[in-house]
């Protein structure tokens, strides 16, 4: 039996421990997938997803592409469910709030320190359109095949083949139209803009 079989039956059996596990070999990618696509809503749609892997994990029967397919898939939808939760109930922004927190445009270490980092690369995509920045982070960041991908997505597979081909020729014309591009604003679409 493999080690990631004993760690899920182990898990099935109530073991908090490797539960745990389980729970950390996915959670940095998929809060990363959950959050360049829903912004400040992916904490909570991270939230909902273990709540449902909490509830389905004594179904679930599968190897760990499987699971890691498996999870992707629920947080798919929770952030979708986020989403139209969103859209129905908007919340007041605190703007003078907001504005204290940005900071200070002539900061050039901290600029240029952002443009370096991986939330600058995953605000680039999150620039794309909403189904290419979806393809590219699961096939490019959290790095699943094409069949996967389709499945978390509910698409087809070709559909995803093109989505991809697309979305990593737009962010190359949006690096060679400017190296260096300004992905600060990456995070100003509204919550329409970013349901499916």
């Known amino acids: 039996m493999?080690?990631?079989r004993?760690?899920?039956?182990?898990?099935?059996?109530?073991?908090?421990?490797?539960?745990v596990q389980l729970f950390r070999s996915v959670q940095p990618t998929l809060l990363r997938y959950l959050t360049t696509l829903g912004g400040s809503?992916?904490?909570d749609a991270a939230a909902e997803t273990w709540v449902s892997v909490l509830r389905g994990l004594p179904k679930f029967a599968?190897?760990?592409?499987?699971?890691?397919?498996?999870?992707?898939?629920?947080?798919?939808?929770?952030?979708?469910?986020?989403?139209r939760r969103a859209i129905r109930d908007p919340t007041p922004v605190d703007a003078a709030a907001?504005?204290?927190?940005?900071?200070?445009?002539?900061?050039?270490p901290a600029r240029v320190e952002e443009l370096m980092s991986t939330e600058a690369a995953l605000a680039l995509v999150a620039r794309l359109p909403r189904t290419e920045?979806?393809?590219?982070?699961?096939?490019?960041?959290?790095?699943?095949?094409?069949p996967t991908t389709a499945r978390v997505l509910g698409k087809k597979a070709g559909t995803v083949r093109v989505a991809?081909?697309?979305g990593l020729a737009r962010l190359a014309?949006?690096?060679?139209?400017?190296p260096k591009p300004d992905v600060t604003g990456s995070e100003s679409r509204t919550v329409t803009e970013m349901t499916w």
């Open 98 to 108: 907001r504005l204290e927190d940005r900071a200070d445009p002539e900061d050039v």
């Open 173 to 178: 014309d949006m690096l060679e139209q400017d």
């Open 133 to 146: 920045a979806a393809v590219v982070l699961l096939r490019h960041v959290a790095g699943f095949d094409v």
């Open 164 to 166: 991809a081909h697309r």
């Open 2 to 4: 493999s080690e990631f």
């Open 41 to 43: 809503l992916a904490e």
């Open 62 to 83: 599968g190897d760990e592409a499987g699971w890691r397919a498996w999870v992707f898939t629920i947080g798919h939808a929770r952030l979708r469910d986020a989403q």
């Open 6 to 19: 004993e760690r899920l039956a182990a898990a099935k059996a109530g073991d908090e421990a490797a539960f």
